[in-house]
């Protein structure tokens, strides 16, 4: 459990100068608070309230009403199947199946080794490509049994120095301008 | 092809890149609509006939033109990119392949309503689509297509990429503009609508992607050049996205009043192979499901509101004859049991017990009277929720059992879904 690095801090501070409300950083803040140490610490959360001039309740209460932040430790690789009509109607029922299987947890868990979460979610909007999974940033679609075999094999055996950096979701780096007019 | 407008450039190599845009023919709007007075380009989108292409098909132009013009707060545009609509897979494309073409129709929107900011609010799982568009803005700027005094036209306008963090209900715009100021995604009390008291209570307009990629076409060729394809009421247009059971799922853009089973059989290849059609539902979750029988009708919003449903997201879920009607309703409840936002009571708890009775009748066949049990908690819903997310959360219950009351009481009598016992999930 941590505080926010000083990195940390001038990167929400400096998201929230391109709103013309500071408050509105908050979803990107989280981010920030999630690609720093995997999840939102409470230690984060109020290092957020004070940088946004909010309460820590108040920044909890978003953090907690939306489903891409993490408050509780997760695995290394998120893998996450759509289970909305689409991909139902195309078998994302079967790859449900094989993952409790051979990762030997239900969804929602996390293996015991740490490296894998596994959860069913709801339409990731690529139902063209049903059915659907996503790990970090990318899509896997049409997705086979046989294709999902060998993403896990090669996740399970890769070493901790090959992992992939988590994804960037907030695209606010090294921008010329922002949205704020001056 | 000569059918496609919002999809006419997606042939072009790396049409992403500003260089390739511009070289095609990209931002040349910009001369023409930026030195149009804001009005005049609000009448030209009205008289193109553009309608919202989110889901709720609200005329664009009159949209626009509820801005008031005598405020002196700021104005902003927001567009809605938090594509979520279970079977609508249209703006990940029209961002990932040509983004420039959304800048461009953002920019001239700006314009016509008054906004000197503009916000991309694109949902969180889209990291592909975040990165390429936030690439084209800062391209677009580099290159003043965007900032101070855009092209020498004395307009100024910034944009920049919000991303989302995983929630349906932000499609409901004041939802998505209270998750903009950094709160919990709630529905707000309208009116006053966004037009008048939108982000930070100031004039706001939401709009679709595909709505405002259509913008720079509309602008270089004209209001009657938009109104050759489509009918009266249904002019131009539309992305649909065709997912479920058929041979090749995918976007394909068409002129409105294409006939559905055009779309379903030369577009999507037919139904998978060996099998026929069952059920369509034509606009994304939250429109009723129609049988295959009524599904010879042309793909429009007038059209299809007679056939009983709507034309909605035009996020089209074909299924065939193996496909169980309980256990459809029972997923899209699933859905909305899982984003009701919990605000209103008709819709968190109506919701949820929707959900629990389904579930009892796939699993373990629940009782007779749970058919109507169903229709009741519908009715209870139905126009009593505080936003559209719990008024259409009932459209597979309603109309699947319309139509298929009998697999419904067959599930009651087998003890559960056959299908399901012999599949194994």
């Given at each position: 459990m941590a505080h926010l690095t000083a990195e940390s801090r001038q990167r929400i501070n400096d998201i929230a100068a391109r709103y013309p409300e500071k408050r509105s950083a908050l979803l990107p803040a989280l981010y920030v608070a999630q690609e720093q140490d995997g999840i939102v610490t409470d230690e984060a959360i109020i290092d957020i309230a004070e940088l946004l001039e909010a309460t820590p309740a108040y920044v909890k209460g978003v953090a907690s009403f939306y489903t891409m932040y993490y408050r509780y430790s997760v695995g290394k690789y998120i893998l996450q199947v759509c289970g909305t009509l689409s991909c139902e109607l195309c078998g994302s029922g079967q790859l449900v199946n094989h993952l409790e299987e051979r990762l030997g947890i239900k969804e929602g868990e996390t293996t015991p080794d740490g490296r894998f979460t596994f959860e069913t979610v709801e339409c990731l909007g690529a139902c063209g490509g049903a059915p659907v999974m996503l790990l970090g940033d990318k899509y896997y679609e049409k997705l086979t049994i046989k294709q999902l075999d060998a993403i896990i094999d090669d996740l399970r055996f890769k070493p901790a120095s090959d992992h992939p950096e988590p994804p960037q979701l907030v695209p606010f780096e090294d921008k010329p301008a922002g949205a704020k007019s001056t | 092809m000569a059918n496609e407008i919002v999809f006419s450039r997606n042939h072009i190599d790396n049409v992403k890149d500003l260089d390739v845009y511009v070289g095609n023919?990209?931002?040349?709007?910009l001369q023409k609509g930026l030195t149009m007075a804001p009005d005049e380009l609000i009448e030209l989108v009205k008289a193109s006939g553009l309608r919202g292409?989110?889901?709720?098909?609200?005329p664009t132009g009159m949209k626009w033109s509820f801005v008031p013009k005598d405020t002196s707060k700021p104005h902003y545009l927001v567009c809605n990119a938090d594509e979520s609509e279970p079977g609508t897979f249209k703006d990940r494309q029209l961002m990932e392949v040509n983004p420039h073409q959304l800048l461009e129709g953002m920019i001239l929107a700006c314009h016509a309503i008054g906004a000197k900011t503009g916000f991309i609010y694109i949902r969180g799982e889209f990291v592909g689509p975040i990165q390429i568009v936030s690439r084209a803005i800062e391209q677009a700027y580099a290159r003043g297509y965007?900032?101070?005094?855009i092209q020498g036209t004395g307009v100024d306008v910034d944009l920049a990429v919000h991303p989302g963090a995983g929630a349906y209900i932000w499609g409901e715009e004041s939802a998505l503009l209270n998750s903009l100021e950094g709160q919990r995604g709630l529905p707000r009390l309208k009116p006053p609508f966004p037009a008048v008291s939108g982000l930070y209570a100031s004039p706001t307009i939401i709009n679709n992607v595909e709505t405002l990629a259509n913008i720079s076409h509309i602008v270089n060729n004209g209001a009657d050049w938009f109104k050759q394809w489509g009918t009266e009421r249904s002019a131009g247009t539309k992305v649909v996205s065709i997912s479920g059971h058929v041979n090749r799922p995918g976007n394909y853009e068409v002129p409105l009043a294409t006939p559905m089973m055009t779309l379903i059989n030369e577009f999507a290849g037919g139904v998978r192979d060996g099998h026929k059609l069952k059920a369509v539902i034509p606009g994304g979750s939250s429109v009723p499901i129609l049988p295959a029988e009524k599904c010879?009708?042309?793909?429009d919003y007038e059209s299809i509101q007679a056939a009983g449903s709507m034309l909605g997201s035009a996020g089209m879920i074909v299924m065939d004859e193996t496909t169980c009607m309980v256990g459809v309703a029972r997923n899209l409840v699933h859905f909305y049991r899982h984003e009701s936002c919990g605000k209103c009571t008709p819709c968190r708890e109506g919701t949820d017990w929707m959900f629990k009775i389904l579930n009892e009748l796939e699993l373990t066949g629940g009782q007779m009277d749970d058919i109507d049990l169903l229709l009741d908690i519908t009715d209870n819903m139905d126009g009593k929720c505080f936003c559209p997310l719990g008024d259409t959360s009932i459209m597979s219950v309603v109309s699947g059992i319309e139509h298929w009351r009998h697999e419904f009481e067959e599930h009651v009598r087998n003890g559960g879904c056959q299908q399901r016992a012999q599949n194994g999930h």
């Open positions: - | 023919g990209g931002y040349s709007s292409r989110g889901g709720a098909g609200f965007l900032g101070k005094n010879d009708i042309n793909y």
